[in-house]
């Protein structure tokens, strides 16, 4: 008897209690969060353009591209950080540079960031980072690019080859002139010689 009011008494206790507790439990962790800083992403909207050039590039290289910041959040000119980075697929930041802008209602800067020499090929991400204290605010954007091997400049290739054309043209120019002078020289001599011979026979 004892036993089954024991167990009436605990499922009574687990079923009126636990969800209480439960309800407590998270309202707490509700009102601890909601005191910390937030930074609401609504004020902004911004965007990256990589071009098409760029989205694969070799190490050491510099990036370049344009960001597009519109502010929603006031009409009037405020203070904005922007950070730029380069992160790798382990959220390993490679390459950082920041500066702080005034804008109003909306914006572009055109912006390049160098690439480290050791970076080994693969897939890469380009992320901006925009902070305002004023209007209490952070938001980011990303794009992913590619890091390839060492690119061979086929211009440079085709100018390469055009001077050790060039160079090859005159070398064999100037053997043609040398031989021609030399047929030349010859047929003056055998032409003087038979005038020669030709006289004192007479």
Same mark, same amino acid.
């Given at each position: 008897m004892k036993g089954k009011f024991f167990s009436f008494f605990m499922s009574f206790f687990f079923i009126s209690f636990f969800p209480l507790a439960f309800l407590f439990f998270f309202s707490f962790l509700f009102l601890s969060l909601s005191s910390l800083p937030t930074f609401a992403q609504g004020n902004f909207n911004v965007n990256i353009n990589l071009p098409h050039s760029y989205e694969s590039v070799s190490a050491g290289e510099a990036i370049y591209f344009t960001t597009k910041i519109v502010n929603l959040g006031s009409k009037n000119r405020v203070d904005i950080n922007l950070k730029y980075e380069i992160i790798?697929?382990? $959220?390993?930041? /490679?390459?950082? !540079?920041?500066?702080?802008?005034?804008?109003?209602?909306?914006?572009?800067?055109? $912006?390049?960031? /160098?690439?480290? !020499?050791?970076v080994r090929p693969g897939k890469y991400f380009l992320k901006v980072t925009l902070r305002s204290e004023e209007l209490n605010s952070e938001i980011y954007s990303q794009t992913t690019f590619n890091v390839v091997s060492k690119k061979i400049n086929t211009q440079t290739i085709k100018e390469i080859y055009i001077s050790l054309g060039v160079i090859l043209s005159i070398f064999i120019l100037l053997y043609v002139i040398t031989k021609l002078r030399h047929l030349l020289r010859k047929a003056v001599i055998r032409r003087e010689v038979h005038r020669i011979v030709k006289k004192k026979m007479q």
């Amino acid at each position: 008897m004892k036993g089954k009011f024991f167990s009436f008494f605990m499922s009574f206790f687990f079923i009126s209690f636990f969800p209480l507790a439960f309800l407590f439990f998270f309202s707490f962790l509700f009102l601890s969060l909601s005191s910390l800083p937030t930074f609401a992403q609504g004020n902004f909207n911004v965007n990256i353009n990589l071009p098409h050039s760029y989205e694969s590039v070799s190490a050491g290289e510099a990036i370049y591209f344009t960001t597009k910041i519109v502010n929603l959040g006031s009409k009037n000119r405020v203070d904005i950080n922007l950070k730029y980075e380069i992160i790798d697929s382990n $959220e390993l930041v /490679l390459s950082s !540079k920041s500066q702080t802008v005034a804008i109003e209602t909306q914006a572009s800067f055109v $912006e390049t960031i /160098l690439l480290p !020499k050791d970076v080994r090929p693969g897939k890469y991400f380009l992320k901006v980072t925009l902070r305002s204290e004023e209007l209490n605010s952070e938001i980011y954007s990303q794009t992913t690019f590619n890091v390839v091997s060492k690119k061979i400049n086929t211009q440079t290739i085709k100018e390469i080859y055009i001077s050790l054309g060039v160079i090859l043209s005159i070398f064999i120019l100037l053997y043609v002139i040398t031989k021609l002078r030399h047929l030349l020289r010859k047929a003056v001599i055998r032409r003087e010689v038979h005038r020669i011979v030709k006289k004192k026979m007479q």
